[in-house]
């Protein structure tokens, strides 16, 4: 299996499995007017000189397009005790294409999402877990934390 890092040609393919990813966990019905910015997004970041932002892939091995992919960023927040130069990664769109579940992609790109963040000197990982994939990431050393998340919508 090849894991690679993506490339802004792969933007399509990864709103594509963002949209997989959020059929999965939520039962909205999602309006399509979200993509178009999100692959603009996408590609500029990943095109980036020096980019915060890295996605990494697994081609499909039966044909065109991808199989999996896993999205992360880096963040610089304020410092404090247990991080004191602030850098926080965030792990978002872990998907599988639901024929290629069960064949180890997920977990191989989340592995080479975490060298990147070893490699941009981040001490600290978040991500947000769905319960079927609870399973993954606590096998690769996540923790449930006490901050309770909250949002607002403006």
């Not at 603009?40 to 915060?52: N, V």
């Not at 990982?125 to 934390?145: H, I, K, M, N």
């Amino acid at each position: 299996m090849k894991i690679r890092q993506a490339t802004p040609a792969d933007a399509d393919e990864l709103v594509r499995l963002r949209a997989t990813m959020l059929r999965t966990v939520s039962a909205q019905n999602w309006d399509d007017d979200w993509r178009e910015p999100a692959r603009a997004s996408l590609a500029r970041r990943l095109g980036a000189a020096e980019p915060t932002l890295a996605a990494f892939v697994a081609d499909r091995p039966d044909g065109p397009g991808l199989a999996a992919c896993v999205v992360g960023l880096v963040e610089e927040r304020l410092g404090g005790p247990g991080n004191p130069g602030g850098r926080v990664g965030y792990v978002f769109s872990v998907s599988t294409d639901p024929d290629m579940r069960r064949r180890g992609y997920s977990r191989a790109c989340m592995e080479a999402l975490l060298r990147w963040f070893r490699d941009q000197g981040v001490p600290i990982v978040d991500l947000r877990a769905s319960p079927s994939g609870e399973p993954l990431y606590t096998s690769l050393g996540f923790v449930r934390t006490s901050d309770p998340a909250m949002r607002l919508r403006l």
